[in-house]
């Protein structure tokens, strides 16, 4: 996520979130609007800013998806791969001698 939609997100459960509680304790105190209705409408603008944040924080950096490697990470991963393989044919090479030399210590001891 960029860091504009991050920004916008974050404005948006303010915004929501303290606003709309705001304005509803402003109309009620200075306009005459129902307090219960102000109340509901205040409780329902702060539950529904604490989801619009947490879907915001799990689609954002915990839903992030990784771009395709760049070019150098790819030929790192290229001499780590062939590195690996170099090393496993050393193993095989390995295991033959120590077979040769179980073989012959075996004709030795008989």
């Known amino acids: 996520m960029s860091k504009i939609a991050a920004v916008m997100i974050g404005l948006s459960v303010i915004a929501i979130g303290l606003g709309v509680p705001a304005a509803c304790i402003y109309a009620a105190i200075f306009y005459g609007f129902n307090n219960v209705i102000a109340a509901i409408i205040s409780i329902s603008a702060m539950l529904v800013s604490c989801i619009i944040g947490a879907v915001g924080v799990i689609i954002g950096p915990l839903g992030h998806v990784f771009d395709e490697p760049s070019s150098a990470e790819r030929e790192r991963l290229r001499a780590m791969r062939a590195h690996q393989r170099a090393m496993l044919e050393e193993l095989d090479d390995i295991i033959s001698v ?6 012959a210590l075996k004709v030795a001891e008989e």
């Open 98 to 103: 120590l077979g040769e030399v179980k073989d």
